[in-house]
């Protein structure tokens, strides 16, 4: 069965991000943003949980080294509707250092094995772990292979690669996501090695062409970046990989059937704001981008309130559709 994921992403794969996804592809698989255990544990869960049912099928990523911490949110999630969990072994931040989680719990695979057991127990859902292929100087193939055996061990089949290392000291979070140099062959032999486990490659991936080369090798593509700056990229997803209709054709009928969502969001309280930040990029490429993302993050729908989000929407809409005429009237002209 073909599967094809936006990655999970801090500060971008919110709900917001996510239901523009889902307005756009009903195929592709969507991961929350990472969500700490003591974070989930201890602070406002009901916010942090938060999905919109048209969410589905929904993974909620956590991050943490405490077994039990682990099955006390691997429970929650499964009572907030979650389809999956997955485990955070790839990033190469601090902060997550300094908290024992992220991508140096590659070097305990005996840890990580223990909290995927714990999650799967507790909550009764299919778990998936999100590495990278190594760190440091644990960037050995024999390490790797040792680390991915012995979570399968636990009955876990879900393993999602991306396909470098990180170093934990000198690169920044940014820097550990574009120099170390991308090896897909690395995961490409995971899968010849454990034919049996579901592995997905994530790193660098761009396009569609892209994603069916990978998908001859893997059987997941994770895509992160290039879904959050260019989300219509996603719109024919469904018709392409899946035979299916695509629920939008344009990316004004995807804004379209935004609204009533943004109004819903709005009625509940939301602030315009922090729900369009993540729908600048419908636009990006083409004509009236700039438009678009300039009416939904200036300063009139930084402050609007409920009542004039809708009509900031409208604007930014109008705006792309009187900026592609005047931009095809003036080529008219020329010709
Ligand atoms: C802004 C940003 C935030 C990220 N946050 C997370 C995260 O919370 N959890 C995680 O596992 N990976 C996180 N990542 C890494 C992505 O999931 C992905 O592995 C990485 O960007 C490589 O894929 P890409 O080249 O398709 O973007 C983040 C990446 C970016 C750009």
């Given at each position: 069965m073909i599967r094809i994921s936006v990655a999970p992403m801090m500060d971008r794969t919110d709900r917001h991000f996510r239901f523009l996804i889902r307005t756009l592809s009903r195929r592709v698989r969507l991961y929350t943003e990472m969500i700490t255990a003591p974070a989930l544990l201890h602070g406002d869960a009901r916010r942090l949980l938060r999905f919109h049912?048209?969410?589905?099928?929904i993974a909620l990523q956590l991050g943490g080294s405490e077994p039990e911490d682990l099955a006390r949110c691997a429970v929650m999630a499964r009572e907030a509707g979650y389809d999956e969990i997955n485990l955070n072994v790839g990033c190469p931040s601090e902060r997550v250092q300094s908290g024992s989680?992220?991508?140096?719990?590659m070097g305990e695979p005996q840890r990580v094995a223990e909290c995927m057991r714990a999650m799967a127990d507790a909550s009764g859902l299919p778990v998936s772990v999100k590495h990278r292929i190594g760190f440091d100087d644990h960037d050995s193939y024999d390490e790797l292979a040792r680390f991915v055996e012995t979570i399968a061990?636990?009955?876990?089949r879900h393993f999602i690669v991306h396909a470098r290392k990180a170093w934990?000291?000198?690169?920044?979070p940014k820097e550990n996501r574009e120099k170390p140099p991308l090896r897909y062959n690395v995961v490409a032999r995971l899968k010849r090695d454990f034919p049996d486990l579901d592995i997905a490659v994530n790193g660098g991936i761009k396009t569609w062409e892209e994603t069916e080369n990978h998908l001859r090798t893997f059987d997941e593509v994770m895509i992160g970046r290039q879904a959050y700056d260019?989300?219509?990229?996603?719109?024919d997803l469904d018709s392409r990989f899946f035979g299916d209709v695509d629920p939008v054709r344009t990316r004004e009928e995807a804004a379209l059937a935004l609204i009533p969502y943004v109004k819903s969001e709005l009625e509940q309280g939301e602030r315009f704001s922090s729900i369009v930040r993540h729908f600048?990029?419908?636009?990006?490429?083409?004509?009236?981008a700039k438009a678009w993302r300039q009416t939904l993050c200036g300063d009139a729908a930084r402050n609007c309130g409920a009542d004039g989000g809708i009509k900031i929407f409208e604007k930014a809409l109008s705006e792309v559709a009187r900026e592609t005429a005047r931009t095809s009237n003036f080529s008219e002209q020329l010709t």
């Open positions: 049912p048209l969410e589905h099928p989680f992220g991508v140096c719990l061990q636990t009955g876990c934990l000291k000198g690169l920044s260019s989300p219509f990229l996603f719109a600048t990029g419908l636009y990006a490429g083409v004509r009236g």
